[in-house]
T-cell receptor, first 116, second 113 residues
Framework: NAGVMQNPRHLVRRRGQEARLRCSPM?????VYWYRQLPEEGLKFMVY????????ESGMPKERFSAEFPKEGPSILRIQQVVRGDSAAYFC??????????????FGAGSRLTVL | GENVEQHPSTLSVQEGDSAVIKCTYS??????FPWYKQELGKGPQLIID?????GEKKDQRIAVTLNKTAKHFSLHITETQPEDSAVYFC????????????FGKGITLSVRP
């Protein structure tokens, strides 16, 4: 039973390019969360999705960032026209229960984005 | 929204000693408090959690205590080992509709051999 799978593990982009980060939740999990971690900082919530629905995107910048979790396939976090400040580790987590209360959040290994 | 504060930001202990990491939260409605351990280059992993109807929970060398009145909870690690060295994050959540985990900034624990 594979855990939460994220790819790519490392991504290098030049300013202005697009970054696409993928997350396949644990088998049976239908809720996906994206968090961003800057160096020496904690995990900042970005977006919470259920299949084909964005439940809460209050932590996601209004511009350049978007997320989806289609009926088929992985969840994707998309960053357009990347800037140096987007360099961070992006973690995906999944759960089976809304809010992660009854079942814990399981995190992936993260995708580390470096913007040159 | 919820705000989680974690103190101190770094902690160094001698192998075999105990380590205590404290967190405070702001939303009295929060009712679920997990602790995650993150090793270098890896994702956070749940090590223990506690719900608001319980004051203490133990799992071998680790324990978590919760004081709802004061809105703080603590992670206790006894008989620390070098492999306990990592970043530890506390988090809080109200298990209602559309809720999400709010994390503290993390503490770097170093266990000196």
């Amino acid at each position: 039973n594979a855990g939460v799978m994220q790819n790519p593990r490392h991504l290098v982009r030049r300013r202005g390019q697009e970054a696409r980060l993928r997350c396949s939740p644990m088998k049976g999990h239908s809720h996906v969360y994206w968090y961003r971690q800057l160096p020496e900082e904690g995990l900042k919530f970005m977006v919470y999705l259920q299949k084909e629905n964005i439940i809460d995107e209050s932590g996601m910048p209004k511009e350049r960032f978007s997320a989806e979790f289609p009926k088929e396939g992985p969840s994707i976090l998309r960053i357009q026209q990347v800037v140096r400040g987007d360099s961070a580790a992006y973690f995906c987590a999944s759960s089976t229960y809304m809010g992660g209360g009854a079942n814990v959040l399981t995190f992936g290994a993260g995708s580390r984005l470096t913007v040159l | 929204g919820e705000n989680v504060e974690q103190h101190p930001s770094t902690l160094s202990v001698q192998e075999g000693d105990s380590a205590v990491i404290k967190c405070t939260y702001s939303d009295s409605a929060s009712n679920y408090f997990p602790w995650y351990k993150q090793e270098l280059g890896k994702g956070p992993q749940l090590i223990i959690d506690i719900r608001s109807n319980v004051g203490e929970k133990k799992d071998q060398r680790i324990a978590v205590t919760l004081n709802k009145t004061a809105k703080h909870f603590s992670l206790h690690i006894t008989e620390t080992q070098p492999e306990d060295s990592a970043v530890y994050f506390c988090a809080a959540l109200f298990t209602g509709a559309n809720s999400k985990l709010t994390f503290g900034k993390g503490i770097t624990l170093s266990v000196r051999p």
